[in-house]
Nanobody
């Protein structure tokens, strides 16, 4: 079991940037595919991005492709999400996630563990 703690959320103006971090516990971090989901008020949680255990492959939701970048540092047991060109519709709680899938995650069901979330608010 892996435990996940997110940080880096905050309030930013439209067009701005944020970098989210997710620190994972456990020595088997490098075995996990990682990713991020988000949940806006009144909406269901949605997939945002996924990255393979090696970091060599990534997937993104169409709504964030070209603006967000997921990466990981297995030595630091940390996964990152760089958010650029933020829009008000990106406002949500962002959750870090881990899964033992051998493929690059593409849907929420690919993940089995979730963090507590960090709030991202984008003002217009």
């Amino acid at each position: 079991q892996v435990q996940l703690v997110e940080s880096g959320g905050g309030l930013v103006q439209a067009g701005g940037s944020l970098r989210l971090s997710c620190a994972a516990s456990g020595r088997t971090f490098s075995r996990y595919a990682m990713g991020w989901g988000r949940q806006a008020p009144g909406k269901e949680r949605e997939f945002v991005a996924g990255i393979s255990w090696s970091g060599g492959s990534t997937n993104y939701a169409d709504s964030v492709k070209g603006r967000f970048t997921i990466s990981r540092d297995n030595a630091k047991r940390t996964v990152y999400l760089q958010l650029n060109s933020l829009k008000p519709e990106d406002t949500a709680v962002y959750y870090c996630a881990a899964g033992l899938a051998s493929w690059v995650p593409v849907v929420l069901a690919d993940f089995g563990s979730w963090g507590q979330g960090t709030q991202v608010t984008v003002s217009s």
